[in-house]
């Protein structure tokens, strides 16, 4: 029933918005070497080519995504590796694992520099802060921890979502509020200087029995207002823009995929938007016009997570056990993002 609610939304925004001509892009390399689900990528700060994935067999790999090079192997997750991010200030990734531990990884050593349980049962998120002081984690024991990267002991915020389970959250710019997007379909907002819930709000539309919110970007912070991406259940990603008084409006609607939207996130300038979905492809979008600028193509199962590795150069996270690094230039002739060809009716023999 709600994937069957979730088409017929899609159809209408799809008609009120016509199919636009749509570049399909390809692969330049491909990245193999995981035996099972690769469920989260990112780059490193210090040299963007340098990437770490995480997959459902327990390992992180570090890859040079510019050659296409596997580098080495880390170790030491009981459970597969289901976020990752690194450090915006050098060369440390954090991992999140339903072994229900936070590590925190040197990259070009492969060793583990802190390890914590972070939560009561398995982590789903893991995120630092713009300004690399803060980490924030999300656990199936209903908690939204906020961490002190220089001392890991203890959590300098948690917030307990009175059982909810929390999927994705994250830190604004200047480290005052936090965002967490929950599997019941609703975003919160809380503030850290206070640590208190500011505001709550259900994204599940009446025609819904579910609408989770499986990511939250931060984007574009203004002096009084804040701009943020979600991606949903719904086969929508959306651009939010909330004020000081907690005000949300949803700015942009970026519709197309046929599937759950998995991940959102920007290139470093935050002029371009990436969408992973369950339909197998991933698309760059117009930020304004809420317009397919590209899909990718290629992967043959889920595509979960991606990283802008710079602006003209994306790499995604598939559960076909690969990753695929993408120039995003015109390599074939724009095509329909959708097209429904009529079969030829077969001529009567006379």
Known sequence: YQRRVHGIRRYIFMMENPFPMVPILDAAITLKGHTNSVDTVCCLAESRNIIVSGSHDFLGKVWDAGTGKFLRDLKGHSGGIWCADADPNGKLVATASPDKTLKVWDVSSGNVVHSINAHKDKLYWVKYSK??????????????????????????????????????????????????????????IFSLKENSRMFHKSVVEADMQSNIVYSITPYRAKAKEFTFLTSHEDHFAKRWEMDDMYNLDVQVTYGGHTDSIRYVCTDLDEKQICTCCLDHSARIWED???KTKYILAGHTGNVVF??????????TASWDQTLKVFKLKKQQQPQRAYSYTKKKKKKKKK
């Open 131 to 188: 300004t690399g002081n803060l980490i924030v984690t999300t656990g199936a024991d209903y908690n939204v921890n906020v961490w002190d990267v220089k001392n890991l002991s203890k959590p300098v915020f948690s917030f307990e979502m009175e059982g909810k389970y929390v999927r994705t959250a994250t830190i604004f710019g200047n480290g005052n509020l936090l965002l967490a997007g929950n599997f019941d379909g609703s975003i919160d």
């Open 306 to 315: 991606a990283d802008f590795i710079d602006a003209n150069t994306v790499v």
């Open 288 to 290: 304004e016009t809420g």
